[in-house]
Nanobody, 118 residues
Framework: QVQLVESGGGLVQPGGSLRLSCAAS????????MAWYRQAPGKQRELVAR???????NHGDFVKGRFAISRDNAKNTVYLQMNSLKPEDTAVYYC????????????WGQGTQVTVSS
């Protein structure tokens, strides 16, 4: 069974930085991509950033160069470096892993809270 362990969330002041990590274990099959999503209270879950095994990335429009996603394929770990954080970035951030095993399966982490406030 795939397990995703997230870390790095917390409280940060506007303009500050945080680095999120997500380590996947128990993966059977090949990981197609790893991603971060977020969900703020009363809003739908939205893509923050996604990175494929070959390093291709895409981001939500709101990122605008502030966030960077990276991954360590050998460790099945994905990182999200978040800079210039704004109060509107406050949300629960979820790790997502796409596993190719015949079909494409999605697995989710438990979420980590990011709060941007002075």
């Amino acid at each position: 069974q795939v397990q995703l362990v997230e870390s790095g969330g917390g409280l940060v002041q506007p303009g500050g930085s945080l680095r999120l990590s997500c380590a996947a274990s128990g993966v059977i099959g090949s990981i197609n991509a790893m991603a971060w999503y977020r969900q703020a209270p009363g809003k739908q879950r939205e893509l923050v950033a996604r990175i494929t095994t070959h390093g291709f990335t895409n981001h939500g429009d709101f990122v605008k160069g502030r966030f960077a996603i990276s991954r360590d394929n050998a460790k099945n770990t994905v990182y999200l470096q978040m800079n210039s954080l704004k109060p509107e970035d406050t949300a629960v951030y979820y790790c997502n892993v796409e596993v190719l095993l015949g079909s494409l399966f999605h697995f989710w982490g438990q979420g980590t809270q990011v709060t941007v406030s002075s």
